[in-house]
T-cell receptor, first 114, second 111 residues
Framework: EAQVTQNPRYLITVTGKKLTVTCSQN?????MSWYRQDPGLGLRQIYY???????DKGDVPEGYKVSRKEKRNFPLILESPSPNQTSLYFC?????????????FGQGTRLTVV | KQEVTQIPAALSVPEGENLVLNCSFT??????LQWFRQDPGKGLTSLLL?????REQTSGRLNASLDKSSGRSTLYIAASQPGDSATYLC??????????FGTGTRLQVTL
């Protein structure tokens, strides 16, 4: 079954304590991306990766890091979380070369920074 | 820069009504458009995908249309049910595989 798996689903942390949200896909997709969703602002792209070791900033990259050491995994790293990073985060996996395949999303990670 | 707008932002209808949700986008150079459903605080459920070369797609009571040249898509829901209550999002896939989302239409179907 095609799947994008994010962990954890829920996370409460304190300001400044480094954290990592993991994302893994089993479809051998080259393209992966992270989004955050905030009320009234919709989903906004944080970072994306076109392939292993190829990453680039999206629309709201400040305060985030990513890595792509292997095709299936694309972790999101918050080196020093702040309360304005409290949000619902989604990881996406897409087959970039085809227009007839849908984007797949993880179940989301609800992050609260206090 | 691609911008996606969804109108209306919220909609309340009685059970059984047919309804139309609208999505418009500013850059017609898209690969496809995807409609999602999202329940409060939950993940995204893919409903329909329309390729840029297609005019419409159907799945059960749902029908999505695409007019790429005018930058518009509609999601038609027939015979609405309370279980259809959710937020509906459209997203366009553009260059570099980037998905750009609208802010959604929050639908409430009342008994």
């Amino acid at each position: 079954e095609a799947q994008v798996t994010q962990n954890p689903r829920y996370l409460i942390t304190v300001t400044g304590k480094k954290l990592t949200v993991t994302c893994s896909q089993n479809m051998n997709h080259e393209y992966m991306s992270w989004y955050r969703q905030d009320p009234g602002l919709g989903l906004r792209q944080i970072y994306y990766s076109m392939n292993v070791e190829v990453t680039d900033k999206g629309d709201v990259p400040e305060g985030y890091k990513v890595s792509r050491k292997e095709k299936r995994n694309f972790p999101l790293i918050l080196e020093s979380p702040s309360p304005n990073q409290t949000s619902l985060y989604f990881c996406a996996s897409i087959d970039p070369g085809r227009s007839n395949t849908e984007a797949f999303f993880g179940q989301g990670t609800r992050l609260t920074v206090v | 820069k691609q911008e996606v707008t969804q109108i209306p932002a919220a909609l309340s209808v009685p059970e059984g009504e047919n309804l139309v949700l609208n999505c418009s986008f500013t850059d017609s150079a898209i690969y496809n458009l995807q409609w999602f459903r999202q329940d409060p605080g939950k993940g995204l459920t893919s409903l329909l995908l329309i390729q840029s070369s297609q005019r419409e797609q159907t799945s059960g009571r749902l029908n999505a249309s695409l007019d790429k040249s005018s930058g518009r898509s509609t999601l038609y829901i027939a015979a609405s049910q309370p279980g259809d209550s959710a937020t509906y999002l459209c997203a366009v896939k553009g260059t570099a595989s980037k998905l750009t989302f609208g802010t959604g239409t929050r639908l409430q179907v009342t008994l």
